[in-house]
């Protein structure tokens, strides 16, 4: 089945404490991108990746890193998590090159303390 | 940067009636994206408009891209309860999916 996993489903950190949400997707997609979600902003784009080892700023970029070694991974990367990184993230995938549509993940809800 | 405009940000609506909601880009996009998100949910890929002018049709909702590619709808008719969650707009504004923007959504309520 064509699915994009993101892990953990929930998470509650606390201010500082690094965190991984990983990404992975099983369609051989090029292009895998973060959102967050926060009420009244819609998905804001925190950072693409066009192929492996290229990935680009979105939005929201600030307190965020990602990578790409592997064209079926995307982790997201809280190096010093604050309050205002509390949102719902989702991760995405598209085949691009016209064929846009994106998949996204189930979410991961983020609570930083 | 792009932004990309929606409203209404909320909208009720009796069952059985009409709902439409409207995006307006900043900038003229490459394609536009249609998205729907059940409570709970993450976003569903509805469709992708990418001519200018262009209009698509799913069963009752119809979709259309304005012939200045800056400007696009998505129409429901005859809402039905199935049709509850958030409708959002999606735009790129350079070919294949690179930057992508977001309408802030457009949440619907169907009352039976």
């Known amino acids: 089945e064509a699915q994009v996993t993101q892990n953990p489903r929930y998470l509650i950190t606390v201010t500082g404490k690094k965190l991984t949400v990983t990404c992975s997707q099983n369609?051989?997609?090029?292009?895998m991108s973060w959102y967050r979600q926060d009420p009244g902003l819609g998905l804001r784009q925190i950072y693409y990746?066009?192929?492996?080892?290229?990935?680009d700023k979105g939005d929201v970029p600030e307190g965020y890193k990602v990578s790409r070694k592997e064209k079926r991974n995307f982790p997201l990367i809280l190096e010093s998590p604050s309050p205002n990184q509390t949102s719902l993230y989702f991760c995405a995938s598209s085949s691009g090159q016209g064929g846009t549509e994106a998949f996204f993940g189930q979410g991961t809800r983020l609570t930083v303390v | 940067g792009q932004q990309v405009m929606q409203i209404p940000q909320y909208q009720h609506v009796q069952e059985g009636e009409d709902f439409t909601t409207y995006c307006n880009s900043s900038t003229t996009l490459s394609n536009i994206q249609w998205y729907k998100q059940r409570p709970g949910g993450h976003p569903v890929f509805l469709i992708q408009l990418v001519k200018s002018g262009e209009v698509k049709k799913q069963k009752r909702l119809t979709f259309q891209f304005g012939e200045a590619k800056k400007n696009s709808s998505l129409h429901i008719t005859a809402t039905q309860t199935t049709d509850v969650g958030t409708y959002f707009c999606a735009g790129s504004d350079s070919g294949g999916y690179q930057k992508v923007t977001f309408g802030i959504g457009t949440k619907l309520q169907v009352i039976p």
């Open positions: 369609m051989n997609h090029e292009y």
């Open positions: 990746s066009m192929n492996v080892e290229v990935t």
